[in-house]
Structures are given as structure tokens and as C-alpha cells.
């Protein structure tokens, strides 16, 4: 994983906390976009 | 002074500590083999007394150094912060060093268990494999290098926020941030679930 990924992936795990439990899914499926590394 | 083998007082090792606070660089030269040399002692005399494969309360052991060694009464809550700091980081080190000698591994050896303040927790177990946590702890060092000196503060060395937030010269804020995300990666590097940690 370069540094950028590793930037966004800890940009993404502070968001999808402010979002509810219901909604992280959704939020996630839409932010990672196709970035496979990011959605494992 | 280079190269002199003397314990320094209690006096001169409080002293060593306010000047490193002010920025004098040579005193933290100075400091660091006594610190590190006293925790090395107390952590083998804690091993040396129970069985291999017990737990090692890491707190409690810097928490006892800085007794040994400080004058509490002539210091600041911010060299306290400043010591336990360093005493973390000369902690992951003395812990992997033990874990790796040959002695320890000759009475049978087994994982250096490392037990994590309530507040802490890791791991879903109260104790940690010390081996597997420094190696999982490197990799997201080269990744997060300040949220990893996050995690070496606080769980070696069990700083609170606002002392680790001092001792990194960043918020309190972004200490609990850095935190929150080093557990939850760490977490997962540890579980070994699939995927390569990151």
C-alpha cells in the first residue's frame, strides 16, 4: 500500500465512524469506489 | 560525562530530565542507557521470578523505574510525560529483546505475554503476544509513523492523552484520533484476517 492509499484509507475510517451503523455500509461501498485494496 | 560507567544520583538523573525538557539534547544522551538499563533489570528480575509464558505488566514496570529514578517532588506533569515517553519507546525494545534471547527461549520460552491496561485493549484477549504486536506495530510504522508513536507511547508505556499529546507536541484530539485508527488496524493485523494489513 503507497502512502496516498494510506492517507485515504484513515481519511475513510474516520468518516464511516461519523456516519450510523446502518448508513456505513452504503458510505463505504461508494467512497472505496473500485479500489479493491481499500475495500478488503 | 562520556564514557563514565557511575549511577547517576537520583538528583542527577532529575536533573538530566528537566534539562532534556529545555531542550538540551546531551542530557538525553545521558539518559537513555540509565533508563534503559534499570528497566532492562527490573524486566528480567520480573521474568527471572515466574514462569516462562507469564504476563508482564509493562505499566507497572515503567511506573516503577520512574520511582526508582526521579525525584517526583522537583518535576513538571510535562517531564513526567517526557520520561514515560521515552521509558515506552526503551520498553518495546528491552520486551522483543527478552522475548528473542536465547535464555528465555532455553527455560522454554513459549510468547512473552504483555498484559494491556483495561483502557487499552488491543486485542480481544487481555494479553498480547509481544513478538507478534512489535512486528504488526513496525509495518504500520511505515505507513502511520506518528499514530504508530501513539500506540509505543501509550501501550508500552501507558501515557495518558494529554501526556502523549505532549510528549508528540500535537493535540489531544489528534492523539485519540491516531489512537482510535492504530487499534482498529492493529486489530486487524493481528487477527490475521485476510488481506495485507493495510
Known amino acids: 500500500m503507497d502512502a496516498e492509499r494510506a492517507r485515504r484509507l484513515e481519511e475513510l475510517y474516520h468518516s464511516a465512524l461519523e456516519h450510523e451503523q446502518g448508513g456505513r455500509a452504503a458510505f463505504l461501498r461508494g467512497a472505496c469506489g473500485s479500489d479493491p485494496v481499500l475495500k478488503t | ?198
Open chain 2, 1 to 198: 560525562m562520556p564514557g563514565s560507567s557511575e549511577i547517576p544520583s537520583k538528583v542527577e538523573v532529575t536533573q538530566l530530565l528537566k534539562a532534556w525538557g529545555q531542550g538540551d539534547d546531551r542530557a538525553l544522551e545521558r539518559l537513555t542507557p540509565v533508563v534503559e538499563d534499570e528497566l532492562h533489570r527490573m524486566a528480567h528480575r520480573c521474568m527471572a521470578r515466574e514462569n516462562p509464558g507469564h504476563t508482564l505488566q509493562t505499566t507497572a514496570l515503567v511506573n516503577e523505574v520512574y520511582l526508582r529514578l526521579i525525584d517526583i517532588h522537583a518535576v513538571t506533569w510535562q517531564d513526567r510525560a517526557h520520561f514515560f515517553a521515552m521509558s515506552a519507546r526503551l520498553m518495546r525494545r528491552v520486551l522483543t529483546d527478552f522475548a528473542r534471547s536465547r535464555n528465555y527461549q532455553k527455560r522454554g520460552g513459549g510468547a512473552v505475554q504483555v498484559s494491556l491496561d483495561e483502557g487499552l485493549l488491543l486485542v480481544p484477549e487481555k494479553n498480547a503476544d509481544i513478538l507478534a504486536l512489535d512486528e504488526a506495530l513496525t509495518r504500520f510504522a511505515a505507513l502511520y509513523p506518528r499514530q504508530s508513536q501513539v500506540v509505543e507511547l501509550r501501550f508500552f508505556g501507558g501515557l495518558e492523552v494529554e501526556e502523549a499529546a505532549e510528549a508528540l507536541k500535537t493535540s489531544p484530539v489528534t492523539v485519540k484520533r491516531d489512537w482510535r485508527f492504530a487499534k482498529a488496524w492493529l486489530l486487524r493485523a493481528l487477527s490475521g484476517e485476510k488481506g495485507d494489513g493495510c
